[in-house]
């Protein structure tokens, strides 16, 4: 059984940053592609960010392109979200999770992902 539990949420001002990590148990976190999503009040999870296995290829959903930054640590157990310059909009319960494979391509649905974590708020205050 897999289990992922994030971290580092909080409350912090527009512009501020925050990171995120996700501790993973288990024995196969460096062979699967991981993801992070997020579900703001009244709407849809959606995606954020992916990496896959190595860490040698990203993706990022385009309203967070260039602001947040998802990397890995295999030896550790533990992804990653480097969130900058955030915005009120980027309030949610922000959520990791495991792919059903270790490479990254067109789909970035849920579907797609087979474990995940229980969440961390972030609140960014405007």
């Known amino acids: 059984q897999v289990q992922l539990v994030e971290s580092g949420g909080g409350l912090v001002q527009a512009g501020g940053s925050l990171t995120l990590s996700c501790v993973a148990s288990?024995?196969?976190?460096?062979?699967?592609?991981m993801g992070w999503f997020r579900q703001a009040p009244g709407k849809e999870r959606e995606f954020v960010a992916a990496i896959n296995w190595p860490g040698s290829i990203v993706k990022y959903a385009d309203s967070v392109e260039g602001r947040f930054t998802i990397s890995r640590d295999n030896s550790e157990a533990t992804l990653y979200l480097q969130m900058d310059t955030l915005k009120p909009e980027d309030t949610a319960v922000y959520y990791c999770?495991?792919?059903?494979?270790?490479?990254?391509?067109?789909?970035?649905?849920?579907?797609?992902?087979?474990?995940w974590g229980r969440g961390t708020q972030v609140t960014v205050s405007s």
């Open positions: 288990g024995r196969t976190f460096p062979t699967f592609a």
């Open positions: 999770a495991r792919r059903t494979e270790g490479f990254l391509d067109a789909s970035d649905s849920e579907g797609r992902y087979d474990y």
